[in-house]
């Protein structure tokens, strides 16, 4: 039986900031954003849109009335949660409308836990084949303002239907993974932006992916030549560009050159969306499903997922035939559409976003075209709208 992902939507800002412009005001060479970190574009959260409205403007456009009646479990992956008990996905359950008797769960592990929920949720349908399992990948990268990680910023889901019989993407049982403690990233309860050693976590990025790649093709004796693209998580995407050379070697000359410009594709939405923890590696499979147009049914691509602090893993998927059936075809004329503001607006919205504090607070939501949005606390609840009900 055939496990995988059926449908896959993505939900981020309608705003975003130009990098040379960004580059400009913090006295930096554009080049410095655009080649050497690998970033056109970021994103910019409104405060209008955190983790959850995220998560269900993500899910809810590419939902049925079937998906929801057969969705017994919703598995929300962030590391920019919104309460250290309830989880997340019960609040996108109920902006979702899913079933009272689906299992609603956050997992944590950095930018990994949106994979470990996608192994959880396909092991959990291989045991209830006749049932399905939504994942999301939902974070806001937040580093602060003229910091070394700024331009690395950015937000935004990807959400993927786990199914039987997948339209899009079926995965393989096997992985390779690696799980330590290294302390490259990381954010205390008491901060809301990260801490980052940058070149640290950049180098072990690379370590894992090498451990974990020659570990999978060792393991189920699978030969780097067999395997059509490889598929990163992209914190930024220079980040995955210097792990694709680390593993060139190991290949021919002819599938070094296919492997680059398979990526080229696998990178492109992610230039202009910026980082999304969680969504990274997701992003970079969608766009890679949408852009690049040498795939076809029977291409077998390569996932690298890590997560700082650090945990990583490899596994493969089999493209589907009827994939552009399953994808997120809107996706490109969505960013296109987006408006860019100024350094100052970014700057304005980054400090906007709802305070940690008990009060109540109001937040004007009228600008956003969201379906889903925060629009402040009461009683130290958070309050949200459906904009279109």
């Known amino acids: 039986m055939k496990v995988g992902i059926d449908k896959m939507h993505f939900a981020s800002s309608h705003l975003y900031v130009d990098m040379t412009e960004l580059a400009r005001a913090r006295g930096a060479e554009p080049d410095k954003y ?161 801490l980052v050693d940058g070149k640290y976590s950049s180098n072990i990025y690379v370590d894992y992916f090498q451990d974990v790649f020659k570990g999978y093709l060792s393991g189920t004796k699978t030969r780097a030549e067999d395997l059509t693209a490889l598929v990163f998580h992209l914190p930024y995407t220079k980040m995955g560009l210097k792990a694709l050379r680390s593993a060139l070697p190991m290949v021919s000359e002819t599938k070094q050159e296919a492997w680059v410009a398979h990526f080229e594709c696998a990178r492109k939405l992610n230039r202009q969306v910026g980082n999304l923890y969680t969504g990274s590696l997701y992003l970079s499979l969608l766009s890679q499903l949408l852009t690049d147009p040498e795939l076809q049914a029977g291409n077998e691509l390569g996932l690298f997922s890590y997560g700082s602090g650090a945990e990583g893993e490899f596994y493969t998927g089999i493209i589907q035939p009827d994939y552009l059936k399953g994808i997120d075809l809107g996706l490109p004329q969505r960013l296109a559409r987006r408006r860019r503001v100024d350094v100052a607006t970014y700057e304005k919205c980054f400090n906007q976003q709802l305070a940690w504090e008990a009060t109540d607070q109001t937040i004007d939501y009228h600008t956003d075209p969201h379906r889903f949005v925060l629009i402040g606390q009461r009683d130290e609840q958070r309050q949200y709208l459906d904009q279109w009900a």
């Open 34 to 194: 655009l080649i050497g970190i690998g970033q056109a574009q970021m994103a910019v959260i409104p405060p209008s849109q955190d983790i959850v409205t995220l998560a269900a403007n993500a899910a809810y456009p590419m939902l049925t009335q079937a998906d929801i009646d057969a969705i017994d479990l919703l598995i929300v992956g962030t590391e920019s949660g919104i309460d250290n008990s309830k989880a997340s996905a019960i609040y996108v359950a109920h902006l979702l409308g899913l079933n009272r008797r689906c299992r609603t769960i956050e997992m944590k592990e950095a930018c990994y836990a949106g994979t470990a929920g996608v192994q959880l949720a396909q092991e959990h349908v291989r045991v209830h084949p006749d049932k399905k399992a939504l994942v999301i990948g939902a974070d806001i990268a937040r580093y602060g303002l003229n910091t070394p990680g700024e331009p690395t910023q950015g937000g935004g889901a990807v959400a993927m239907l786990i199914s039987a019989d997948p339209q899009v993407l079926a995965l393989g049982t096997d992985s390779t993974l690696l799980s330590q403690d290294v302390m490259d990233f990381w954010r205390p309860l008491y901060r809301s932006e990260a």
